[in-house]
Each structure stands twice: as C-alpha cells, then as structure tokens.
C-alpha cells in the first residue's frame, strides 16, 4: 500500500517534445504528490508538487495533472530542453502524520538537441 | 539562505576506517534527514531527526550512527563499512516533520567504501 509506481524507466524525446512520466499509487490516505528533478551528482530538487483537492498544477513549463479517482498523477514538460535532462522521481506522503517521502523508482529522461 | 550544505562532496574510505559525514543548513528547519541512494535508484531514507532527537530509524546497521549536535548540523559517522555502503549520502531538511510541503535536499556525500 506504500508503494508508487512510476513509468516509463527511461523516455527520450526530441527538443520542443513533450515528455509525460506517469505515477499510481495505491495508499488513499497520501495527501501531497511532489515530483523531484535530479541531475547526475546532485541531490534531487524539488520541482513542483499537488495536493489532491486539484487536478492541475502548471509551474512554468512543468504541469502536474492529478486523477484522484483512478489515484494517478502525471508529470509533463511542455517545449523540452536539453537542460531538462535529468532523473525524474514522483513520491507521496501524508502530510498530517509525517509519514517520509515514498519515492517512484525514477525515470530517466534525455532530451535530444 | 535557502541551501543544506554537504561535506565532504567525495569520501573514499577503507573498511577499518572511521569518518564523519556533515550538514549543515540555516533555513530554521527543524527536521533532518539522512538518506542514501544507490545509482539509477530513488532515495532511501535512513534517520530522521526532529528538533534535534532521533525520530525515525529505518534499522540502519550500527556501522551508521548519526548525530545531531543542534538544530543546524547534522552528522553522520561511519566506521567498519562494507564495499556495498558505497552510495551517494544525502541530507534533506524540511520545517517540521508533520505539515510540511517538501524537502531541500543537499548535493550529497559520494561515498567509495575500498
């Protein structure tokens, strides 16, 4: 019930495509959805996050789209960049408990010049 | 200040060796958190720390011991470890434990084990 599972494993795209990294979870009681941007010898960062009272959150090129019922929620990047290459992991908590981030197993994105 | 701060950013250490992992932030966050992570695999949680006392330890071996001197720094002392302890070593910090909305992880602590 604490898992998150994330897909695909890899996804490469062409600049100005639009990749989409998919997350389903299986625990109704997570409560906050953020995806991390990773880059080889970093740590990762935060990049933007959705509580599920919503069912889209746009930060600039980045949009979450959040389906409470089938319990999904997706990553887009819309006019993808080279710089965007990176590891991308979704993860979910429960908020009011303090329950630690549950990670996705990432997705290694590369965008192509 | 917005950043956690990492040191050493490289460690290579033999098996008999002791060292010590730091961080360091000056964000007011009250919770820190020790993770590791293995190549081409997400983050795993080993201890947290919430206003400065041990909170959560995700049975770590013993060759891990953390510390928490005060409310900005963080240790992570390591000694007797094993070739597969190899892996990069982050701390993460939010404002509470409860009723946060993200971490700010630090860059990480590249850990070779010979």
């Known amino acids: 019930q604490q898992q998150v599972k994330q897909s695909p494993q890899s996804l490469i795209v062409q600049k100005g495509g639009i990749p989409i990294i998919n997350c389903a979870y299986e625990?109704?009681?997570?409560?906050?959805f953020p995806w991390y941007q990773q880059f080889p010898g970093k740590g990762p960062a935060l990049l933007i996050a959705?509580?599920?009272?919503?069912s889209e959150k746009k930060e600039g090129r980045f949009t979450i789209s959040f389906n409470k019922s089938a319990k999904q929620f997706s990553l887009h990047i819309m006019d993808s960049q080279p710089g965007d290459s990176a590891t991308y992991f979704c993860?979910?908590?429960?908020?009011?408990?303090?329950?630690?981030?549950?990670f996705g197993e990432g997705t290694q994105l590369t965008v192509n010049p | 200040d917005t950043e956690v701060t990492q040191t050493p950013k490289h460690l290579v250490m033999g098996m008999t060796n002791k060292k010590s992992l730091k961080c360091e932030q000056h964000?007011?966050?009250?919770?820190m958190y020790w993770y590791k992570q293995k190549a081409k695999k997400p983050p795993e949680l080993m201890f947290v720390?919430?206003?400065?006392?041990?909170?959560i330890n995700e049975s770590v071996p013993s060759r891990f011991s953390p510390e928490c001197p005060n409310s900005s720094l963080l240790n992570l002392h390591l000694h007797a470890l094993q070739p597969e302890d190899s892996a990069l070593y982050l701390c993460?910090?939010?404002?509470?434990?409860?009723?946060?909305?993200?971490?700010?992880f630090g860059s990480g602590t590249r850990l070779t084990v010979v």
């Open positions: 993460a910090s939010s404002q509470r434990v409860t009723g946060n909305y993200g971490y700010t």
């Open positions: 625990n109704t009681a997570f409560d906050y």
């Open positions: 959705i509580r599920p009272d919503v």
């Open positions: 993860a979910a908590s429960m908020v009011a408990s303090g329950s630690r981030l549950t």
């Open positions: 964000m007011g966050h009250r919770a």
């Open positions: 720390y919430s206003y400065e006392k041990l909170s």
